[in-house]
């Protein structure tokens, strides 16, 4: 086992190395972006109050606070050992996002969610509780990854024991953020913008990303043909097959 753990570690090196020579603008992470844009919006005027959704036991944009702002976060997670370990936000509550928020109507100026909407059996009703917690103006800032990428074909279609054992021999370090049951209802373009605007949203920016070769960085010569697929794509603007949509929609 130690022997097998050496050798992915090289082979994750070794691409490692490869990534750093491979174009920004094709490698970027959307869920940087994603932290980058939640921390203007908290920052843009002061008394924000923002809703985590999914925030399990970090929220990563809560150390960009400006503290004169006073922006208020909130995490809401249906995972309870994970949001009560969130220490970055200002309150916590258990609750599953599909099955309605325990929030007033009008009540959030933000709704924040990364890496969350894949694992939602009904985001047509997620999204419409969005839009009523929400004040007028409000902003979902939301990120994701892709239905139709060869990763979510594969989580979709292994059984989930075998998933998660087979994501956590290969990576380790996922353990606490990876492995739990995917859905991806409608996370695909245009499918997901056309989610936002039905529920009454007006889209003001959406992104995509090709890049999910990371997935395979446990061997060279798969990364090297998933990198090769990855790199057609982004080349040709294959929206429909893109690995990653990050969207900002605003309430009406």
């Given at each position: 086992?130690?022997?097998?753990s050496r050798?992915?570690?090289?082979n994750?090196?070794l691409?490692?190395a490869?990534e750093?020579r491979l174009?920004?603008?094709?490698?970027r992470?959307?869920?940087?972006l994603h932290?980058l844009?939640v921390?203007?919006?908290?920052?843009?005027r002061?008394?924000?109050?923002?809703?985590?959704v999914?925030?399990?036991?970090?929220s990563?944009?809560?150390?960009?606070?400006?503290?004169e702002r006073?922006a208020?976060l909130?995490?809401?997670?249906?995972?309870?050992?994970?949001?009560?370990?969130?220490?970055?936000?200002?309150?916590?509550?258990?609750?599953?996002?599909?099955?309605?928020?325990?929030f007033?109507d009008?009540?959030?100026?933000v709704?924040?969610?990364r890496?969350?909407?894949?694992?939602?059996?009904?985001?047509?009703?997620?999204?419409a509780?969005?839009?009523?917690?929400l004040?007028?103006?409000?902003?979902?800032?939301?990120?994701?990854?892709?239905r139709?990428?060869?990763?979510?074909w594969?989580?979709?279609?292994?059984?989930?024991?075998t998933?998660?054992?087979?994501?956590f021999s290969?990576?380790?370090e996922w353990?606490?953020?990876?492995?739990?049951r995917?859905?991806?209802?409608?996370?695909?373009?245009p499918e997901?913008?056309?989610?936002?605007?039905?529920?009454?949203?007006?889209?003001?920016?959406?992104?995509l990303?090709y890049?999910?070769?990371?997935y395979?960085?446990?061997?060279?010569?798969?990364?090297?043909v998933?990198?090769v697929?990855?790199?057609v794509?982004?080349?040709?603007?294959?929206r429909?097959?893109?690995?990653?949509?990050?969207?900002v929609?605003r309430?009406?």
């Amino acid at each position: 086992m130690a022997l097998f753990s050496r050798w992915i570690r090289w082979n994750v090196t070794l691409c490692d190395a490869i990534e750093e020579r491979l174009p920004v603008a094709f490698t970027r992470s959307l869920l940087h972006l994603h932290e980058l844009t939640v921390a203007d919006a908290i920052n843009a005027r002061s008394g924000v109050r923002l809703l985590d959704v999914g925030g399990g036991h970090f929220s990563p944009f809560a150390s960009r606070r400006i503290p004169e702002r006073r922006a208020f976060l909130i995490g809401a997670d249906i995972w309870e050992e994970g949001i009560r370990g969130n220490k970055a936000v200002d309150a916590r509550v258990v609750a599953d996002a599909c099955r309605g928020l325990p929030f007033r109507d009008g009540s959030m100026d933000v709704v924040s969610t990364r890496s969350v909407m894949e694992h939602l059996p009904d985001n047509a009703r997620f999204l419409a509780e969005c839009y009523r917690i929400l004040t007028r103006g409000g902003v979902a800032i939301c990120v994701m990854p892709s239905r139709r990428s060869p990763f979510a074909w594969f989580n979709r279609l292994l059984p989930e024991k075998t998933k998660r054992k087979l994501l956590f021999s290969l990576f380790p370090e996922w353990r606490d953020t990876c492995g739990f049951r995917a859905y991806y209802d409608r996370c695909a373009w245009p499918e997901m913008r056309q989610a936002f605007e039905a529920a009454g949203f007006a889209v003001e920016r959406f992104e995509l990303r090709y890049y999910q070769s990371i997935y395979c960085k446990f061997f060279v010569p798969l990364f090297l043909v998933s990198l090769v697929y990855d790199f057609v794509l982004w080349s040709l603007s294959a929206r429909r097959l893109c690995s990653q949509i990050f969207i900002v929609a605003r309430r009406k």
